[in-house]
């Protein structure tokens, strides 16, 4: 069972690496406007949002089996047509997928930390492996043989899902009301701060290295920002191993280099580079307890995940508007202290969980 969940989420994490970047590129390829570009994003976002509340109101059977025929569709719907129709259809079918298979860890219930850490490193490897694998565009074409490739790999998914073995327990609202009543509360502010630093992180580092570094060319930071992120495979597959007090440690030590990103922000792209490296492998190395932690609070319930993701989406929203404020005002070294506590912050919430399953 085990082989086989890890087996799906990799070869999910090795498509959404690859179309993070090849599904803005074959709609720009085809001749779509970047307003046309950025209402078909959104749609992605759109959707994934209703999923999530369709998730919370209904029991809904097989739902992994659901994702990956629609994972499937994608690649077929874009070498069939391109046109602005069938983007926007698959924008739609990439947010459905997006929300089951975040909010479907009933399949991980059997996981211990060392199987998070393992799935956590290959998922994150192959998402890097995905997003590199265009660049062989430059050689065997877009068009479709790329597209290709994937058919078998996402066949196989479909197959897999149905070997996978777990039962969906009938949920009702009223657990999810007692959730909230209990730890509930405690979880989402957890997940305010996870998703302002994700998305920090993710959206908003790339954006301030093209803002201050401006004599690098965008294609430079993109190459630097990957090579970056390379190391963090083995800090994922280390995770496993780390004490509570290293969970801790870890915890004020990115706290402190975040501290002091605010300080040397402007130094130098070297030195801006190398302190975002540190503070990620701190949290790659701490991201299978917290995994495993957030899982176990949320009861590895379908509605209580899909609730807690759906949060999720508006906290990113409200940390994505805050965040473009504060770039507007040209403070950054705001920037990194809000970094820092929103790593901080969600640590001591984890790390007290974990005293408190030691007793």
Known sequence: MKKYVLTYRSIISFFVGFMSFAFIALMKISGLSGFQIGLILSTISISQFIAYIILIAFSIRRNILVSAALELLIPIILIIQRSAFTFTLSAIFMGIV??????????????TR?????MMTLTYALSLAGLGIFYLSKIIGINT?????????????????????????????SELYSWLKNVGKSVLVFGFFASLRRVLITSYIPLILLTLFYTYTPQEISLYLMIIQV??????????????RIFITLSIV????????????RESILLFLSLILLANMSSSLRA????????????????????????????????????????KLDLFYGIF?????????????VYKVMLQQRK
């Open 114 to 118: 060392k199987d998070y850490s393992i």
């Open 288 to 327: 299978p307890v917290v995994e495993e932690t957030v899982n176990k609070l949320l009861n590895f319930s379908t509605k209580i995940s899909s609730f807690y993701h759906l949060m999720d989406t508006i906290f990113s929203a409200l940390a994505s508007i805050l965040l473009a404020f504060m770039v």
């Open 337 to 349: 202290v809000i970094a820092g506590l929103s790593s901080l912050l969600p640590s001591l919430f």
């Open 145 to 173: 043989t790329l597209l290709l490739l994937f058919i078998p790999l996402l066949s196989l998914n479909l197959i897999l899902t149905l070997m996978l073995r777990y039962e969906e327990k009938k949920e009702s609202l």
């Open 254 to 265: 990115e706290l402190i280099l975040f501290l002091s990103l605010s300080i040397f922000y």
């Open 231 to 244: 190391p963090l495979i083995i800090f994922f597959y280390l995770g496993h191993k780390i004490s509570v």
């Open 98 to 111: 997006n929300s089951i298979n975040s909010s479907v860890i009933i399949i991980q219930k059997e996981f």
